[in-house]
């Protein structure tokens, strides 16, 4: 059964300063894997879509990177705005099914 | 891009109420939705998928007869939580494929449903 873990959890940074988040799951037989933001009460918003036969993508100040082989995804934000404040998700989906399998998320604050 | 339109956006009702919970895909069509179930500071769960012209599959823990599903529109799937109680509340999102989309899924807004 796939299971994706998202670390931290939480984590707070001052404004401008650059940030990783990290996803990993279990079953590296995915079709692709999806970064999302939600705000508080708010559905997800798509940020970044990475095909399993690709490394990274880039979205403005955005760029995830995808390890297929030891089950690992990171995403970066460079020079963090207070607006970046958000869960982040990371879901992956597993070949050969439509079905998406979501991380708890890391709830990212970013400090005037 | 894919728009999908959740309503209610907010549901607050008393225990033994029946909730329906509307998931439209406004500018494709979709022939399969998806019902999340999130609770906080929790991921999104699937609850059921949901497949045009057909019954919906429901995943492992959830109640079929709990959580009635209808997608009996290429446009239209209805989520119906009946006989609610407090332990149904929680945060429900729905999202639709489109297939002429490069991104799997779209997701509603979702409904904050509250049991008193």
């Known amino acids: 059964k796939q299971e994706v873990t998202q670390i931290p959890a939480a984590l707070s940074v001052p404004e401008g300063e650059n940030l990783v988040l990290n996803c990993s799951f279990t079953?590296?037989?995915?079709?692709?894997l999806q970064w999302f933001r939600q705000d508080p009460g708010k559905g997800l918003t798509s940020l970044l879509l990475?095909?399993?036969?690709?490394r990274e993508q880039t979205s403005g100040r955005l760029n995830a990177s995808l390890d297929k082989s030891s089950g690992r995804s990171t995403l970066y934000i460079a020079a963090s705005q207070p607006g970046d404040s958000a869960t982040y998700l990371c879901?992956?989906?597993?070949?050969?099914?439509?079905?998406?399998?979501f991380g708890k998320g890391t709830k990212l604050t970013v400090n005037p | 891009g894919a728009v999908v339109s959740q309503h209610p956006s907010r549901v607050i009702c008393k225990s033994g109420t029946s909730v329906k919970i509307e998931c439209r895909s406004l500018?494709?069509?979709?022939?399969?939705m998806f019902w999340y179930r999130q609770f906080p500071k929790q991921s999104l769960m699937l609850m059921a998928t949901?497949?045009?012209?057909?019954?919906?599959?429901?995943e492992q823990g959830v109640e079929k007869d709990k959580f009635l599903i209808n997608h009996a529109s290429l446009t239209l799937s209805t989520l119906t939580v009946t006989s609610a109680h407090p332990e149904d509340s929680s945060f429900y999102i729905c999202?639709?494929?489109?297939?002429?989309?490069?991104?799997?899924?779209?997701f509603g807004d979702g409904t904050r449903l509250s049991i008193l």
């Open positions: 949901s497949n045009e012209g057909s019954k919906a599959t429901y």
């Open positions: 879901a992956v989906n597993q070949g050969g099914s439509e079905k998406l399998v």
């Open positions: 500018d494709f069509q979709a022939t399969t």
């Open positions: 999202s639709a494929s489109s297939p002429n989309s490069n991104q799997p899924q779209h």
């Open positions: 990475i095909q399993s036969s690709q």
């Open positions: 079953d590296s037989a995915i079709y692709n």
